[in-house]
Every structure is written in structure tokens, then in C-alpha cells.
């Protein structure tokens, strides 16, 4: 079964940064959209930042546009969260996730890592 493995969380102080890893399993992940969500305790899961299969298209939430940036190397059939600036309140379990519909659809996303969790500590 096809899966995604996050890896690189852990603890930082605020204004740091960290670099989140998202591996897929099979080589049909290249074509499809990838996204990373975050759940912060008691919160709901929320959305953080997706790309395109092609890597042409990002879109972020406002909480993170601007410190910080997903990208993917197809090669590698990973997908990366490059995150600046840290602030407490990006605290949460970072999940990723894929999608075979197009960047600009809808649709929900169909695949799911374990998540990994982000601790910013002031």
C-alpha cells in the first residue's frame, strides 16, 4: 500500500528553523498534488501548503506565507516544508499529504503520513 513517511520534526526555539521530509513510497506520487496540514492540541487539523505535481503551482496559508516554502524533488519522490521564523503558535503534528487530482481541484486528499510532531518553545 502506497504510504508517506514524514520525518524531520522536533524541538526549536522560536525564530528558528526546520526542515520537514515527506517520502512516498511509490514513484506515482511524482504526479500527484502534495500538501502539508498541521493539528495543534485541541485545535482542528488545518491546512498549511501544497504544490503541484510539476512543482509550478504553491499556495500557503496566510499564518505561514512568507516564512514558509514547500517544494519536491521528484527524483527523490520527496516533498520538503522548509519553515523559518518559528513562532510558538506553529507548534502542532505536521501531517502530509497527496493527492491524484489536479493542484487547483477540490477534491480532498486521498493519502496520509503518520505526522511528525513541530514543539517551538519560548
Known amino acids: 500500500q502506497a504510504q508517506l513517511v514524514e520525518s524531520g520534526g522536533g524541538l526549536v526555539q522560536v525564530g528558528g528553523s526546520l526542515r520537514l521530509s515527506c517520502a512516498a513510497s511509490?514513484?506515482?506520487?511524482?504526479?500527484?498534488?502534495m500538501a502539508w496540514f498541521r493539528q495543534a492540541p485541541g485545535k482542528e487539523r488545518e491546512f498549511v501548503a501544497a504544490?503541484?505535481?510539476?512543482?509550478?503551482?504553491?499556495h500557503y496559508s496566510n499564518s505561514v506565507k512568507g516564512r514558509f516554502t514547500v517544494s519536491r524533488d521528484s527524483a527523490k519522490n520527496t516533498v520538503y516544508l522548509q519553515m523559518y521564523s518559528l513562532k510558538p503558535e506553529d507548534t502542532a503534528v505536521y501531517y502530509c499529504?497527496?493527492?491524484?487530482?489536479?493542484?487547483?481541484?477540490?477534491?480532498?486528499?486521498?493519502?496520509w503520513g503518520q505526522g511528525t510532531q513541530v514543539t517551538v518553545s519560548s
Open positions: 499529504a497527496a493527492k491524484e487530482k489536479d493542484y487547483a481541484s477540490p477534491a480532498p486528499y486521498d493519502y
Open positions: 511509490e514513484r506515482a506520487f511524482s504526479t500527484f498534488t
Open positions: 504544490i503541484s505535481w510539476s512543482g509550478g503551482n504553491t
